[in-house]
């Protein structure tokens, strides 16, 4: 299922080619991500970063629609009885984002996210294993702006609110959220 998401996604980006206003760019950025235990467990937050591809295809005057390909470093952390324990998620996210765009290159964007999962490994001290107790796709919803400057490069801020729970067992009910600070360049752009 993986390779057919990620196979019609790569057709839909290489097909809006042909569309007029349709720019491409590469970003990559920081991550601040937790986890939210249904039971209120408290998690420290943990670093990662974020990198991949987008495509912005205009869809009216003020309004785009901007799905991207992004590779994803997200968990949490926490001492329990003196011991570290990490939660390390390697995720494939692919956001499609609907985008409100501003004449001075503000953007304010919300939309779905499918992630997919890569790779879950728990470590506690010294010994990491890799756990398979998660679920294989993650839904959530990123919300947040951007500003693009007249030479292409742009910044963007987005919080990913998990909206599932990633546990198998749902046992307890356990979401992901991140917050994601980056950078962008789209290609063959003006203000947009």
Do not use: C
């Not at 799905?67 to 003196?82: D, F, N, R, V």
């Amino acid at each position: 299922m993986k390779k057919t998401i990620i196979f019609a996604l790569s057709f839909f980006l290489l097909h809006s080619t042909q569309a007029q206003k349709t720019h491409f760019g590469v970003k990559g950025g920081i991550n601040v991500s937790s986890l939210n235990f249904e039971d209120n467990s408290s998690y420290d937050s943990k670093i990662g970063f974020h990198a991949g591809v987008l495509a912005h295809i205009h869809a009216a005057t003020h309004w785009a629609i901007q799905p991207e390909l992004i590779y994803s470093l997200e968990g949490a952390k926490k001492t329990i009885g003196g011991t570290d324990v990490k939660y390390d998620f390697n995720y494939v996210n692919v956001p499609v984002l609907l985008q409100y765009m501003v004449n001075d290159g503000l953007r304010l964007e919300a939309g779905p996210q499918l992630g997919f999962l890569v790779k879950a490994k728990t470590k506690t001290g010294n010994v990491s294993v890799t756990n398979k107790n998660y679920q294989s796709v993650a839904v959530s919803i990123p919300v947040g702006a951007g500003y693009l400057t007249s030479s292409g490069l742009g910044f963007d801020a987005r919080y990913v609110f998990g909206l599932a729970s990633i546990n198998k067992k749902n046992n307890p009910t356990l979401q992901s959220n991140v917050f994601q600070f980056g950078i962008f360049y789209q290609f063959n752009d003006t203000k947009r």
